[in-house]
């Protein structure tokens, strides 16, 4: 949910986006742990667990139980878009646009301080995050570890 300028989403969500980049990254043809993925990115295990928790629910991710268990996408990275994540995480957006600086209101009626900078930045930030596919940003992620390893 975006609150401010500088948080576009919580903790939980970038946790949440980086678990799902490792799942469609390594495209595990077993179930992971999540013990796994959370020393890999250095998540707190139980935080993640609770946030898996989530993604189960709303079906991005399908959780094993039992000797061999640990969890998989639960369809195509190429189905599953950043906004899937986040709002499974942070719940949908607010029905009102919520002001860049806090302000109580903003809208084109009664516009804050960057309301015609801002404007243009948020739907660019929706378009992105409505197209962004989780197989897309895998690829680019193992790109840049290509990149940074040389």
Known sequence: MVTSLLMLYSKS??????????????????????HKIAKEY???????????????KQRLVKATRGRNG????????????LNDIIFAIDGLPPD??????????CSDDTPCPLHEQ????RHQLRHML?????????????EKRKIMRS
Not at 42 to 56: A, D, H, N, T, Y
Not at 96 to 105: A, M, R, S
Not at 130 to 142: G, N, T
């Open 118 to 121: 801002w404007k243009p930045i």
């Open 70 to 81: 640990g969890i998989n996408l639960a369809k195509s990275a190429k189905e599953i878009f």
């Open 42 to 56: 250095g998540i707190p295990s139980q935080f993640l667990s609770k946030i898996m928790q989530s993604l189960v």
């Open 130 to 142: 409505d197209s962004e596919s989780l197989e897309h940003l895998a690829k680019r992620v193992i």
């Open 96 to 105: 009102k646009e919520q002001c860049v600086v806090g302000l109580d209101l």
């Open 13 to 34: 969500a970038e946790y949440a986006i980086q678990a799902m980049i490792y799942l469609a990254e390594h495209k595990p043809d077993k179930p992971v742990m999540i």
